[in-house]
Protein backbone atom coordinates (compact mmCIF):
# COMPACT_ATOMS: atom_id res chain seq x y z
CA UNK A 1 0.00 0.00 0.00
CA UNK A 2 1.42 3.61 -0.66
CA UNK A 3 2.18 5.61 1.88
CA UNK A 4 -0.22 8.37 2.40
CA UNK A 5 0.33 11.97 4.37
CA UNK A 6 -2.82 12.96 6.30
CA UNK A 7 -3.20 16.55 7.30
CA UNK A 8 -4.57 17.41 10.59
CA UNK A 9 -7.82 19.62 10.15
CA UNK A 10 -8.13 23.02 12.24
CA UNK A 11 -10.76 22.80 14.29
CA UNK A 12 -9.64 25.49 17.05
CA UNK A 13 -12.05 27.81 18.76
CA UNK A 14 -12.95 30.77 16.01
CA UNK A 15 -11.62 33.90 17.15
CA UNK A 16 -13.85 37.23 18.75
CA UNK A 17 -15.50 39.31 15.91
CA UNK A 18 -13.93 42.46 15.22
CA UNK A 19 -15.68 45.66 13.74
CA UNK A 20 -14.99 46.37 10.40
CA UNK A 21 -16.96 49.83 9.76
CA UNK A 22 -15.62 53.00 11.73
CA UNK A 23 -17.41 53.64 15.17
CA UNK A 24 -18.44 57.15 16.71
CA UNK A 25 -15.59 58.30 18.84
CA UNK A 26 -17.96 60.15 20.89
CA UNK A 27 -20.19 57.40 21.89
CA UNK A 28 -17.17 55.64 24.23
CA UNK A 29 -17.12 59.02 26.09
CA UNK A 30 -20.95 59.43 26.31
CA UNK A 31 -21.48 56.04 27.46
CA UNK A 32 -18.78 56.30 30.28
CA UNK A 33 -20.64 59.40 31.97
CA UNK A 34 -23.98 58.62 31.10
CA UNK A 35 -24.38 57.51 35.17
CA UNK A 36 -23.96 61.13 36.11
CA UNK A 37 -25.75 62.66 34.03
CA UNK A 38 -29.16 60.10 34.46
CA UNK A 39 -28.78 60.60 38.01
CA UNK A 40 -29.19 64.31 37.99
CA UNK A 41 -31.71 63.75 35.40
CA UNK A 42 -33.50 61.58 37.31
CA UNK A 43 -33.31 64.17 40.43
CA UNK A 44 -34.89 66.52 38.48
CA UNK A 45 -37.99 64.71 37.27
CA UNK A 46 -38.77 63.37 40.62
CA UNK A 47 -38.91 67.28 41.59
CA UNK A 48 -40.85 68.18 38.33
CA UNK A 49 -43.16 64.98 38.52
CA UNK A 50 -43.94 66.59 42.62
CA UNK A 51 -45.88 69.01 40.39
CA UNK A 52 -47.58 66.39 38.23
CA UNK A 53 -45.26 66.67 35.35
CA UNK A 54 -45.78 62.51 35.00
CA UNK A 55 -42.37 62.12 33.60
CA UNK A 56 -41.08 58.81 33.17
CA UNK A 57 -37.18 58.28 34.56
CA UNK A 58 -34.46 56.82 32.63
CA UNK A 59 -33.71 53.46 32.24
CA UNK A 60 -30.36 52.57 34.58
CA UNK A 61 -27.93 50.55 32.36
CA UNK A 62 -25.02 51.35 29.91
CA UNK A 63 -26.07 53.34 26.57
CA UNK A 64 -24.61 50.24 24.89
CA UNK A 65 -26.95 47.83 26.93
CA UNK A 66 -29.95 49.92 26.58
CA UNK A 67 -29.98 50.69 23.02
CA UNK A 68 -27.47 49.46 20.95
CA UNK A 69 -26.82 45.74 21.29
CA UNK A 70 -30.94 45.83 21.74
CA UNK A 71 -31.20 46.76 18.45
CA UNK A 72 -28.45 46.28 16.58
CA UNK A 73 -27.31 42.52 17.75
CA UNK A 74 -23.84 41.43 18.93
CA UNK A 75 -22.10 41.92 15.43
CA UNK A 76 -18.74 40.91 17.00
CA UNK A 77 -20.74 37.26 17.99
CA UNK A 78 -22.77 36.81 14.78
CA UNK A 79 -19.07 37.45 13.04
CA UNK A 80 -17.44 35.00 15.09
CA UNK A 81 -19.99 32.28 13.93
CA UNK A 82 -19.22 33.68 10.40
CA UNK A 83 -15.83 32.51 11.70
CA UNK A 84 -16.61 29.58 12.90
CA UNK A 85 -18.27 28.21 9.43
CA UNK A 86 -14.94 29.35 7.48
CA UNK A 87 -13.03 26.97 10.01
CA UNK A 88 -15.41 24.01 9.73
CA UNK A 89 -16.10 24.35 5.93
CA UNK A 90 -12.20 24.40 5.74
CA UNK A 91 -11.70 21.30 7.63
CA UNK A 92 -14.73 19.16 5.92
CA UNK A 93 -12.29 19.98 2.88
CA UNK A 94 -9.19 19.08 4.56
CA UNK A 95 -10.98 15.73 5.44
CA UNK A 96 -11.55 15.39 1.86
CA UNK A 97 -8.64 15.48 0.94
CA UNK A 98 -7.36 12.89 3.34
CA UNK A 99 -10.44 10.56 2.14
CA UNK A 100 -9.47 11.01 -1.29
CA UNK A 101 -5.69 10.47 -0.51
CA UNK A 102 -6.75 7.20 1.33
CA UNK A 103 -8.30 6.05 -1.81
CA UNK A 104 -5.39 6.29 -4.35
CA UNK A 105 -3.23 4.69 -1.34
CA UNK A 106 -5.93 1.84 -1.22
CA UNK A 107 -6.89 1.39 -4.86
CA UNK A 108 -3.50 -0.50 -5.78
CA UNK A 109 -3.20 -3.13 -2.73
CA UNK A 110 -6.73 -4.43 -1.77
CA UNK A 111 -8.59 -5.91 -4.63
CA UNK A 112 -11.88 -7.65 -4.55
CA UNK A 113 -15.42 -7.03 -3.62
CA UNK A 114 -13.84 -5.68 0.52
CA UNK A 115 -11.68 -3.44 -1.39
CA UNK A 116 -14.02 -1.70 -3.97
CA UNK A 117 -16.96 -1.88 -1.13
CA UNK A 118 -13.99 0.16 1.41
CA UNK A 119 -13.45 2.58 -1.79
CA UNK A 120 -16.87 3.45 -2.78
CA UNK A 121 -17.62 4.07 1.12
CA UNK A 122 -14.73 6.47 1.38
CA UNK A 123 -15.62 8.20 -2.16
CA UNK A 124 -19.37 8.36 -0.99
CA UNK A 125 -18.00 9.96 2.05
CA UNK A 126 -15.71 12.56 0.23
CA UNK A 127 -18.85 13.66 -2.02
CA UNK A 128 -21.04 14.18 1.44
CA UNK A 129 -18.11 16.07 3.02
CA UNK A 130 -17.44 18.31 -0.08
CA UNK A 131 -21.46 19.09 -0.37
CA UNK A 132 -21.77 19.94 3.37
CA UNK A 133 -18.27 21.99 2.94
CA UNK A 134 -20.17 24.19 0.81
CA UNK A 135 -23.38 24.13 2.50
CA UNK A 136 -21.09 25.52 5.42
CA UNK A 137 -19.10 28.08 3.81
CA UNK A 138 -22.90 29.60 2.39
CA UNK A 139 -23.54 29.48 5.73
CA UNK A 140 -20.66 31.21 6.97
CA UNK A 141 -21.37 34.20 3.57
CA UNK A 142 -24.82 34.07 5.63
CA UNK A 143 -23.68 35.37 9.06
CA UNK A 144 -20.91 37.82 7.77
CA UNK A 145 -24.18 39.52 5.52
CA UNK A 146 -26.11 39.43 9.29
CA UNK A 147 -23.25 40.62 10.74
CA UNK A 148 -22.36 43.29 8.32
CA UNK A 149 -26.18 44.58 8.55
CA UNK A 150 -26.00 44.71 12.32
CA UNK A 151 -22.93 46.29 12.31
CA UNK A 152 -24.23 49.10 10.17
CA UNK A 153 -27.58 49.59 12.30
CA UNK A 154 -24.98 49.55 15.28
CA UNK A 155 -23.39 53.04 14.04
CA UNK A 156 -26.32 54.50 13.32
CA UNK A 157 -27.63 53.78 16.83
CA UNK A 158 -24.53 55.39 18.35
CA UNK A 159 -25.34 58.33 16.36
CA UNK A 160 -28.67 58.65 17.52
CA UNK A 161 -27.22 57.72 21.09
CA UNK A 162 -24.51 60.74 21.11
CA UNK A 163 -27.31 62.96 19.95
CA UNK A 164 -29.31 62.33 23.15
CA UNK A 165 -25.86 62.19 24.99
CA UNK A 166 -25.61 66.31 23.94
CA UNK A 167 -29.05 66.48 24.83
CA UNK A 168 -28.89 65.05 28.42
CA UNK A 169 -25.59 66.83 28.80
CA UNK A 170 -27.34 70.06 28.39
CA UNK A 171 -30.45 69.53 30.21
CA UNK A 172 -28.19 68.61 32.87
CA UNK A 173 -26.32 71.18 32.95
CA UNK A 174 -29.84 73.35 32.98
CA UNK A 175 -30.99 71.46 35.83
CA UNK A 176 -27.54 71.97 38.03
CA UNK A 177 -27.97 75.80 37.05
CA UNK A 178 -31.07 75.71 38.19
CA UNK A 179 -30.50 73.87 41.60
CA UNK A 180 -27.03 74.16 42.27
CA UNK A 181 -27.43 71.17 44.67
CA UNK A 182 -29.18 69.30 47.62
CA UNK A 183 -30.80 72.75 49.05
CA UNK A 184 -31.24 73.82 45.37
CA UNK A 185 -33.23 70.82 44.64
CA UNK A 186 -35.58 71.53 47.48
CA UNK A 187 -35.73 75.20 46.29
CA UNK A 188 -36.55 74.15 42.58
CA UNK A 189 -39.26 71.43 44.56
CA UNK A 190 -41.00 74.40 46.34
CA UNK A 191 -41.21 77.01 43.67
CA UNK A 192 -42.49 74.50 41.29
CA UNK A 193 -44.84 73.78 44.59
CA UNK A 194 -45.93 76.76 44.91
CA UNK A 195 -46.31 78.51 41.05
CA UNK A 196 -47.08 75.09 39.77
CA UNK A 197 -45.13 73.48 35.70
CA UNK A 198 -45.17 77.08 34.31
CA UNK A 199 -41.81 78.26 35.78
CA UNK A 200 -40.36 75.42 34.92
CA UNK A 201 -41.83 74.81 31.55
CA UNK A 202 -38.56 75.08 29.37
CA UNK A 203 -37.08 72.37 31.89
CA UNK A 204 -40.03 70.10 31.20
CA UNK A 205 -39.66 70.66 27.48
CA UNK A 206 -36.00 69.27 27.38
CA UNK A 207 -36.97 66.50 29.74
CA UNK A 208 -39.75 65.72 27.16
CA UNK A 209 -36.91 65.99 24.17
CA UNK A 210 -34.54 63.64 25.39
CA UNK A 211 -37.53 61.03 26.28
CA UNK A 212 -38.50 61.57 22.97
CA UNK A 213 -35.59 60.55 21.70
CA UNK A 214 -35.41 57.54 24.15
CA UNK A 215 -38.61 56.31 22.57
CA UNK A 216 -37.23 56.92 19.34
CA UNK A 217 -34.43 54.71 19.50
CA UNK A 218 -37.03 52.34 20.84
CA UNK A 219 -39.08 52.49 18.30
CA UNK A 220 -36.20 51.71 15.54
CA UNK A 221 -35.95 48.51 17.91
CA UNK A 222 -39.49 47.87 16.88
CA UNK A 223 -38.66 48.37 13.29
CA UNK A 224 -36.14 46.27 13.35
CA UNK A 225 -37.57 43.16 14.70
CA UNK A 226 -39.63 42.29 11.38
CA UNK A 227 -35.75 42.22 9.49
CA UNK A 228 -34.25 40.41 12.78
CA UNK A 229 -37.28 37.63 11.93
CA UNK A 230 -36.33 37.30 8.36
CA UNK A 231 -32.77 36.62 9.38
CA UNK A 232 -33.99 34.15 12.07
CA UNK A 233 -35.68 32.14 9.40
CA UNK A 234 -32.46 32.56 6.86
CA UNK A 235 -30.48 30.94 9.81
CA UNK A 236 -32.91 28.22 10.66
CA UNK A 237 -32.51 27.15 7.16
CA UNK A 238 -28.63 26.58 7.45
CA UNK A 239 -29.37 25.00 11.03
CA UNK A 240 -31.68 22.49 9.22
CA UNK A 241 -28.87 21.97 6.83
CA UNK A 242 -26.13 21.34 9.51
CA UNK A 243 -28.58 18.61 11.44
CA UNK A 244 -29.19 17.12 8.37
Not at 119 to 134: G, H, N
Request: aromatic residues 4%; charged residues 25%; hydrophobic residues 50%.
Amino acid sequence: MLAVELVVPDLRAPEPGGRELRHDATFGAWDASLSALRDVVNTGIRVLNQAGAGLTLLPEGSLEELLVHPVSGDYGAIRRNAHACHRVADALETWTGNLTGLCVAVLPAWRGLAGAAFLARLQAQAVTARVVAEGVRRGSILFEEIADASERLGVRVEELVVELGKALGRLACRLLARAGGPAGWAALAGEVALHGLEVVTDLVDDVRRVLGLVEDLRALHRTVSAWAELQRGRLGSFADLAAA
